[in-house]
């Protein structure tokens, strides 16, 4: 058996400019950091007298081929690495899927991770992330971007500059534990209980940014070009430490993200977005991911505490949560090889 464990990310910056309908005319970035909730990946070959292929998520898979399984993402990687085998393959998450937080390029990248360790084949940490995004992006044909698989296999805190050719290029911003507890602190999370696919979103959006004829085209193109900008001052304010700064550019970035589409946000969000502000000093605040639920992060410097109280009271449970520095990597591998890497660290 091989298990992985590969980190959620939260986008910091730029969110929306990784899509191709934006990055291929105008070049893409984004900032984002990986946290220390994860998706487990178990895959186990089964025994010669099986004649059948389990796959559990939130459902249960009996399957005799790859054509059988349901799941597209466990099915295109299975069969784009031909794992012919009969396997049992198990997925489990710390927190919901579609929640914002890139779960579906996490499980693609951990399970890949596994598949690269099962074929006993060392790739690096780009070539992972290319081939995740190759089966969403190309074969999938989903309306995603890359940001989710590129955090899920580089870990930490990024910046990914997208050429208009598709290129990654992948740089490290240097934070410190000091900085990394004050985000962590004052910048907290919460659950909205609120589960959607961005996927809705994301069709809009991209369907906007491509059709010049579009009467939302230049709103959405002129909202993302002000997020790409908004996503380098960002960038700044934590190399700099000024997470204050970065509050006050996350509040600017919800209000230009907030035009990319009217299912971004909930009116029920936005006053109480409006509501915390007001009564608890809350510089900045955002829908974590596409938009449309899952998490908010509000940063909030001084009445931390009273605000976890207040939103609770609203059914939304505060989620603690750190920073993570790794990326998708093998944790336990029990198939005859101890300590097995699949990537070579970047």
């Given at each position: ?257 907030k035009r990319l589409s009217r299912n971004v946000s909930l009116s029920v969000l936005d006053e109480l977005y409006e509501h915390v502000k007001k009564e608890f000093g809350v510089l900045g605040g955002k829908i974590i991911g596409a938009g449309g639920g899952g998490f908010v992060m509000l940063y909030c410097p001084k009445n931390g505490r009273a605000l976890d109280e207040f939103m609770a009271a609203q059914e939304m449970p505060p989620i603690s949560y750190f920073p993570s520095m790794q990326g998708s990597r093998v944790v336990a591998d029990f198939s005859g090889f101890d300590d097995f890497e699949t990537q070579v660290t970047s």
């Amino acid at each position: 058996m091989i298990i992985t464990r590969t980190p959620f990310r939260i986008t910091l910056g730029g969110g929306g400019t990784d899509l191709p309908s934006f990055y291929e005319q105008h070049g893409g970035y984004i900032f984002a950091m990986t946290i220390n909730k994860y998706m487990y990946i178990s895959m186990h070959r089964l025994p010669i007298t099986e004649r059948k292929s389990i796959i559990r998520y939130s459902k249960v898979e009996t399957v005799s081929s790859l054509d059988e399984i349901a799941h597209p993402l466990a099915r295109e990687a299975l069969r784009l690495h031909n794992v012919n085998e009969f396997i049992e393959l198990n997925s489990q998450a710390d927190l919901p899927a579609k929640t914002g937080l890139g779960s579906s390029g996490a499980y693609l990248v951990g399970l890949l991770t596994a598949i690269r360790a099962y074929k006993r084949e060392i790739v690096p940490v780009q070539q992972l992330a290319e081939e995740a995004c190759h089966i969403e992006m190309n074969i999938l044909k989903e309306p995603v971007g890359k940001q989710d698989q590129f955090m899920a296999a580089f870990g930490g805190f990024r910046t990914l500059e997208i050429e208009r050719d598709g290129n990654v290029n992948v740089g490290s911003v240097p934070v410190d534990f000091h900085t990394a507890s004050e985000l962590a602190h004052k910048a907290r999370m919460y659950y909205t209980g609120i589960q959607r696919s961005a996927n809705t979103v994301l069709r809009q959006q991209d369907g906007a940014a491509r059709q010049a004829e579009s009467p939302d085209h230049a709103r959405v193109v002129e909202s993302l070009l002000r997020i790409k900008e908004i996503g380098r001052d960002i960038e700044k304010a934590f190399r700099e430490g000024d997470l204050d700064r970065f509050a006050v550019l996350m509040d600017e970035h919800w209000k230009n993200k907030k035009r990319l589409s009217r299912n971004v946000s909930l009116s029920v969000l936005d006053e109480l977005y409006e509501h915390v502000k007001k009564e608890f000093g809350v510089l900045g605040g955002k829908i974590i991911g596409a938009g449309g639920g899952g998490f908010v992060m509000l940063y909030c410097p001084k009445n931390g505490r009273a605000l976890d109280e207040f939103m609770a009271a609203q059914e939304m449970p505060p989620i603690s949560y750190f920073p993570s520095m790794q990326g998708s990597r093998v944790v336990a591998d029990f198939s005859g090889f101890d300590d097995f890497e699949t990537q070579v660290t970047s």
